[in-house]
């Protein structure tokens, strides 16, 4: 969950909490703390930018003339994107404990002499199609609002515009540009201003040099992957061609914000519409309350490609909710009467009223809580409100029991025989790359794995069809440590199935490697012996397929030795795994230099 510092003493202010010296320290946290408990936050740490850096350097001389203003480290939940602030975060607060009413937000068309409209063109389609823009009229700037205006929009980059890649966000000073503003996409060496922080501010640069200058600047360079390698980069001038900004890089030195700004021009440009929408919701209606009209944002048309459209939507929408299922699927209790329900939901930010005889609750979702997606949310609020600690504990109305699933069980067993013979267990991921599920085993790649359509990362390209890649690895993570190595893995593979109805099914193994100045055959069939006995499966000596128990047949599996240092694993006519000594190519393209054994075998069939 995010995390927002808030300054206690401001905090308090907004909160109408008052405290003696003697009281401060102790009952104003462990109240504060219970405030938060029962609104669903966490107050994580109670610190100060002193202790802060103290903690983080080590050094106490370091942190000599740094503030000891209390600080409250508050986590807030992922998708509560209007408490990432204090003015949001206080807001939310006071109207919960019933201080102050539930503000209005209100969207107003501007004098015609301040209207303003951000063009999109159609090269922008190729680097980041959508823009919305808003104007915060006649705001007034403190010291702490300003600094809680920049951090808030931290806050968004950092979580619903991940980093920048969905949403960027930039705020200028409307008195030093002149409408109407163009949103285009244009050749880097055609860009060229004063961006808002460079290595000589006392120059200009153009959009190719701020790529090559930003790699070096240790928060930017996180963000230029997001257009490197475009042949067109995107930028927002206004009338006269100024640039406004570079998103999502950086903004220009011409129209930054500063405290004595008082209308602010918001625009956030996108690759995802919802998100763009959200965003600016978040930022206007937490810091409207400053403009000369407070809770009203000023209206800005956004021609695109797709057409006209006037932004920020700040638009309520009516849910309705069935009174009975609060009821039956929170725990409330009967003798909470509809009308206690629907106050419940309003200090919650949800304004409630009650139709159809007190039997539907008609709930109104303000623009700034766009994480109430279904009826089950609405739900989750009214529990909140009421209080998880005064829902009655009831033993559940049903037949069933529950238990561990076979296969869990197994698993279990397992690994304190695999422990107890010395192995350590490995907890590898179950997403890999494409060459370490094939082509570094020197297995062809015969279309069995699940291929993820957008991974993260190269090291997540498919989900495993195997546990000896993550084993390997862990062993080349690790060569440091003494030899011989010995790890092992009970977890699931991921193979195509075409007859379920996700195309995929999971398949639980166990996978056990050796590393050490010798590791031969019989070292992890000493293993393989052990395991076996404890799932009661005799050696079948005799290699019959018709008789019970479990026999070795030599392995064409190029992972290994083949035929002379590794054998599959037969149960009842059936290939179950396969034990061996690691193949010098595979283990080459691992770096490992020491020879290694390993065992993999399916679990399923003993169960």
Not at 177 to 187: H, L, N, V, W
Not at 345 to 364: F, H, I, P, S, Y
Not at 455 to 472: D, H, I, K, Y
Not at 542 to 557: C, F, H, I, R, W
């Amino acid at each position: 969950m995010p995390k927002v510092d808030i300054k206690r003493e401001l905090l308090f202010q907004r909160l109408g909490l008052h405290f003696s010296k003697e009281e401060l320290e102790k009952k104003a946290q462990d109240d504060f703390q219970t405030l938060c408990f029962e609104f669903g936050l966490e107050l994580d740490d109670v610190t100060s930018e002193k202790l802060m850096m103290e903690k983080e350097q080590r050094d106490a001389t370091r942190a000599e003339g740094l503030s000891e203003e209390v600080i409250y480290k508050i986590d807030i939940p992922a998708n509560r994107y209007d408490l990432l602030c204090l003015e949001g975060l206080a807001r939310g607060l006071n109207v919960f404990r019933e201080k102050v009413p539930l503000p209005k937000f209100e969207r107003v068309e501007p004098a015609a002499e301040h209207k303003q409209v951000l063009n999109i063109t159609a090269n922008t389609a190729a680097v980041r199609p959508y823009a919305v823009a808003a104007v915060l009229r006649g705001v007034t700037f403190t010291e702490a609002s300003y600094n809680s205006f920049i951090d808030l929009q931290e806050k968004l980059h950092q979580n619903i515009c991940r980093k920048r890649s969905l949403v960027a966000i930039g705020t200028h000073d409307l008195d030093t540009i002149q409408g109407p503003f163009t949103y285009d996409a244009e050749p880097p060496a055609d860009i060229k201003f004063k961006p808002l922080r460079a290595p000589d501010m006392t120059k200009e640069y153009t959009a190719a040099e701020l790529m090559v200058a930003y790699e070096a600047d240790q928060q930017l360079k996180h963000y230029l992957h997001i257009i490197r390698g475009k042949e067109r980069f995107p930028v927002i001038r206004d009338r006269t061609g100024v640039v406004l900004s570079m998103p999502p890089i950086i903004n220009g030195h011409h129209s930054r914000i500063t405290m004595a700004t008082r209308n602010v021009f918001i625009e956030c440009t996108a690759t995802d519409q919802t998100k763009a929408d959200i965003v600016l919701n978040m930022i206007v209606c937490a810091f409207s309350e400053y403009a000369t009209a407070p809770f009203t944002v000023e209206a800005v048309t956004v021609n695109g490609p797709a057409g006209p459209r006037v932004t920020p939507n700040l638009a309520y929408r009516t849910e309705r909710v069935s009174v009975e299922s609060v009821y039956a699927r929170m725990g409330i209790p009967r003798d909470v009467t509809p009308q206690k329900i629907a106050s419940l939901l309003t200090r919650m930010q949800l304004t409630a009223t009650l139709a159809d005889g007190d039997k539907t609750l008609l709930v109104e979702v303000p623009p700034t809580r766009p994480d109430v997606l279904h009826e089950c949310d609405i739900w989750e609020d009214v529990a909140i409100s009421y209080g998880f600690n005064n829902i009655t504990w009831t033993v559940p109305k049903v037949v069933t029991v529950g238990k561990q699933l076979p296969i869990n069980k197994l698993t279990d067993q397992l690994r304190v025989v695999v422990a107890q013979s010395g192995y350590n267990e490995a907890l590898t991921f179950a997403l890999c790359k494409l060459d370490d599920n094939f082509k570094g085993l020197r297995r062809p790649d015969d279309g069995s794995s699940i291929i993820i359509a957008n991974p993260a990362t190269a090291e997540f390209q498919v989900a495993r069809t195997n546990l000896l890649s993550g084993l390997l690895k862990t062993v080349a993570g690790n060569v440091k440590m003494p030899l011989p190595i010995k790890v092992f893995e009970i977890s699931d593979v991921v193979l195509k199935d075409d007859a379920t109805d996700t195309g995929a099914r999971n398949r639980r193994r166990l996978g056990a490697l050796l590393c050490g100045r010798s590791a031969a055959f019989q070292d992890v069939q000493g293993l393989l012996d052990r395991v076996m006995l404890m799932l009661g499966v005799p050696y079948n000596a005799t290699k019959d397929a018709s008789k019970p128990g479990y026999y070795l047949l030599p392995s064409a599996d190029p992972a290994f030795f083949s035929e002379v240092g590794a054998a599959d694993i037969i149960v009842g006519g059936k290939r179950l795994g396969v034990v061996g000594v690691v193949h010098p190519e595979v283990l080459a393209h691992y770096e490992l230099r020491n020879p290694c054994s390993a065992l993999e075998l399916e679990l399923e069939a003993f169960l």
